[in-house]
């Protein structure tokens, strides 16, 4: 299966939500956020770098609730902003 290129929207939420979720991290270590979401600290380093654009449901929600964020919050704080 070959994967479609990302568009610049689909980058620009995935940087969106890298800069949410170092914004939420806030004084704690990326290696102390990672192990509470049960993901390795490169993954959270490529999330929040906007490396990896579009990560796994399931690698977000681990991240949100290990940083107090509700999915709908999260949702809500990386939609497309308009113009």
């Known amino acids: 299966m070959v994967r479609n290129p990302l ?3 689909e980058r620009e939420r995935g940087e969106r939500l890298g800069r949410l979720l170092r914004g939420a991290r806030g004084g704690r ?11 390795s600290a490169e993954t959270l380093r490529k999330i929040e770098t906007g490396r990896a654009p579009t990560p796994a449901f399931f690698t977000v929600a681990a991240l949100a609730r290990a940083l107090g ?3 709908d919050e999260l949702a809500g704080l990386c939609a497309p902003v308009a113009a």
């Open 69 to 71: 964020l509700s999915m």
């Open 29 to 39: 270590s990326m290696a102390e956020v990672a192990a509470s979401a049960g993901v």
């Open 7 to 9: 568009t610049p929207e």
